[in-house]
Structures are given as C-alpha cells and as structure tokens.
C-alpha cells in the first residue's frame, strides 16, 4: 500500500529517484496529452461544450438538494433500492451490510475511485469477502499490492515490462509472447470465470440522472457490463455530486469527459443502469442498490470549493502537471493525486495530512487551462 504516513518530502525524493517510474508517468501522460489535443483539434466546439458543461454543473450544484430528491424519487419507481451515507465509513459500512446479507464469498468491482476514497478493499477484506478487480489496470495494482496512481490509469506507475513479470508469477496459464495482447489475453482467461462465479457486483459511476433514476458507466473494456451483469446483486456507490438532470445532459458532459481523459470521441461502453432487471429481462441484477455518498461534499459547498464539485474526474489535470509528471500518483500520499487530489486530500483526509500539498504546485495554471468543467485549481489549494 502507498497511503503512508511518511512526510511529504521523503515521498518525494523515493519518487524522483526512481528511473522506472520515470519512464512509465512520462509513457502514459506522454501519450493522453498528445491523444487529447489531437482529440480537441478535431472538435472546434470544444470551447462552447466546455461553458455548456461548466454551466450544467453549476446548476446542478446550486440545486442539489432538489436533484437528489428527484433522483431517489425516480431510482425508487425503478426498483432500486437507495442509501444514503455521510461519511467515507458508513458507506462501507453499508455495502458490507449488503453483501453480508447476500452472503458474498466473491464480489467483482470495476474500478471507481470513489470506492477507493470510502475504503472500500479494506473494508472488504475485514470482512472477509474476496475482491476481485476487473479493470485491467485495477487488476494489476490488486497482483501488485498496491494503490492506484492515476484515476484514469489506475496502473501507469509499471511499466509493461514489469506487469509481463507479474502476469508470470500470478495467472494460472500465463502468456508466451511478450506482447501488449498476448498480456490483455492472460488477464481475460484469468478473469473470465471470476465474472461468472461472483455473488455481488460492486461498481461506480459516471453519472447519476436525476430523471430517470439510472446511473451512466463509461468503459474501454467492457467490464462494467461484465462485472455487473451475472450476479444476483448489484451495488453502485457514487458520490452526490455526479449527478446531471437528464440523459441528455449526461451525453453533453461525456463528449467533454472522453476527449479530456483518453483523447478518444467516445467509449467503448456506454452504459445506463436503471433498477434490477425486469419480467421479461433475460440477464441483469435480481437486487440493485446505489449507495449516495456526501463524504464532506456538502461541506465543499459552503467552504470556499464550490467549484471543485464540478470535477468530472477526467485526469487531465494530472496529465498537464509539470509536478506530477516527475512524481507520479502515489508521492501525493492520497486516494487522488496531482492538482485535483491536492485540492480534494485536504478534504477527505484533513488539512494535516495535506498541508504539503501546495509545494507540489508551481502556479502556472495548465492544470486549469485543461480542465473540462474550468476548475480554478490552483487558487483552491489549501493555504
Ligand atoms: S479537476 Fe478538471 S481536469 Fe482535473 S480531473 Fe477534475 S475535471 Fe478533470
């Protein structure tokens, strides 16, 4: 685990001496900054999409408690059942609650930072429940021990070289070639039976939408539908400040998001959750539970970080960071790191923890520039 409690500046100097780190922070944000401009210089209206997207969650934010209740109101109509949670514990505390009660031996879960920030591989692991990550970079920091280093890409502090070494020792039929596939393939046949043999499915989301009650997952992989298609219960978490008012408002913050995280026009997988299945449904979850969790957001609105609520968590702000780019993820000593987590840590964590932070930042405002929603960053770092 890289949560420690080690100061600030010993994280640091361990991180810059690292040569391998090196290469892979400079690989993967070498790469998402070049996909992203390439994405944004083929979308002119990115400009007029970003004030679009700022706008909307602003509204959302300055209206929250109506969009809540709408949302509880119409996800209830749907069948789901919904739960609320005002700190990191008792939302983990709930989810084991519910998976106790479905008497859990194995819970699938596709990788959602939010499950990271209330605890949630510990929680389960006190209770004795098997996790099984599905992202392919989730599964990777699970065969390391580690925590994830990116929002985006939980897993680009290894390099290839050293995930190949870790396939090795770890899969039961392990690769031959030493390619990126050959590599993709092991991780599914390691996988693939674990989907099918899970008791409860434990996902994030993307978005919440107040109209209908559904929740908005976005993949590359095709996990999330995986993860949450087979068993009997599916639990989502997510925090309250991810909602939008319709599914059209989803779509205007998803053609922001995509190009901001991985350069591409649109996912893999789009896919909307709306309640257990149905009568005449052949598949989907017989039980489905979202968990809304505060964890200090509601406070956010009334300290001065308003703005940061609008986050939509894309990891560009990372990507652009001329610190992170030299630390890498875990030197931020918290669940989110470079600009966004230098923000957020302070939040969840409290400022004693976090009271560092501010020297990872030089001020030079690229981590704005590129932000799809326009957060402020650097003037919301704690002072
Ligand atoms: S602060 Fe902005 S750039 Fe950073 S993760 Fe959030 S939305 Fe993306």
Known sequence: ?????????????????????????????????????????????????????????????ANLDHYLVEFERNAKAAGTHVHWAATADAAARIVIELCRAAQAKRVTRVKSMLGEEIGLP????????ERVETDLAEHIVQLGGDTPSHIIWPSMHRTREQVSEMFRKAHK?????????????????????????????????????????????????????????????????????????????????????????TGGDITQYTT??????????????????????????????????????????????????????????????GVYPGPMGA???PVFDGLEKARDLPHACTLNGRCQEVCPVDIPLPTLLPG
């Open 343 to 345: 923000v957020l840590t």
């Open 1 to 61: 685990m890289h949560r420690t409690l080690e100061p600030f500046k010993t994280r640091t100097a361990t991180a810059l001496v690292d040569a391998t780190l090196k290469i892979a922070i400079e690989r993967t944000t070498a790469t998402a900054e070049r996909k992203r401009a390439a994405a944004l210089s083929d979308f002119p209206e990115f400009d007029a999409a970003r004030d679009r997207g700022r706008r909307i969650k602003d509204h959302v934010i």
């Open 122 to 129: 510990h929680a389960l692991a006190e209770a004795g429940i």
């Open 272 to 333: 909307f959750h709306c309640g257990p299945k149905g009568p005449s449904d052949r598949d989907g979850p017989e039980e489905f539970h979202i968990v809304l969790v505060d964890n200090g957001r509601s406070r956010m609105l009334t300290e001065g970080l308003k703005d940061m609520l609008r986050c939509i968590r894309c990891g560009a702000c990372m990507n652009h960071c001329v610190v992170y780019r030299q630390l890498g993820g875990h030197a931020y000593g």
């Open 173 to 261: 039929t392990p690769h031959e070639e030493e390619t990126i596939e050959a590599m993709v393939e092991s991780a599914r046949r390691e996988l693939r039976d674990k989907f099918l043999s899970a008791d409860v499915a434990i996902s994030g989301a993307n978005f919440l939408v107040a109209d209908t009650g559904a929740t908005c997952t976005v993949t590359n992989e095709g996990n999330a539908e995986l993860t949450t298609t087979p068993p009997r219960v599916h639990i989502v978490t997510a925090g309250i400040e991810k909602l939008v008012p319709s599914t059209a408002h989803a779509f205007a913050m998803l053609r922001l998001l995509v190009r901001s995280a």
